[in-house]
């Protein structure tokens, strides 16, 4: 699977930004995916994810809220869209994809596919 993350950018405190995650090269209805960002001199960190169906979601404490990720398998794209955003979400974001069907997953570990990642910048 390979996935492309888009959509990251400036923003000012109390904007939105909607991230995109294309996935080619399997079928992308029969995995989970996930977002996770990393910020400088941190350690990355799960945000949200998602199971096969899309019925099914999970969100990191920061994240409940104010983000919300989903999916169309028709499409072979996810979303996570960010609303709200504060300084702190400050971080290269990256969309992940799992081996497994079922999820959601909240471990990097237990994803097998990752994106390139986007910048997301918030300014206070």
């Known amino acids: 699977v390979q996935l492309q993350a888009s959509g990251g950018g400036l923003v000012q405190a109390g904007g939105s930004l909607r991230l995109s995650c294309a996935a080619s090269?399997?079928?992308?209805?029969?995995?989970?995916m996930g977002w996770f960002r990393q910020a400088p001199g941190k350690e990355r960190e799960f945000v949200a994810a998602i199971n096969w169906s899309g019925g099914v979601t999970s969100y990191a404490d920061s994240a409940k809220g104010r983000f919300t990720i989903s999916r169309d398998n028709a499409k072979n794209t996810g979303w996570l869209q960010m609303n709200s955003l504060k300084p702190e979400d400050t971080a290269v974001y990256y969309c992940?994809?799992?081996?497994?069907?079922?999820?959601?997953?909240?471990?990097?570990?237990?994803?097998?596919?990752w994106g390139q990642g986007t910048l997301v910048t918030v300014s206070s």
């Open positions: 992940a994809a799992s081996r497994y069907g079922s999820g959601p997953y909240r471990r990097s570990d237990e994803y097998a596919y």
């Open positions: 090269g399997s079928p992308f209805r029969n995995i989970a």
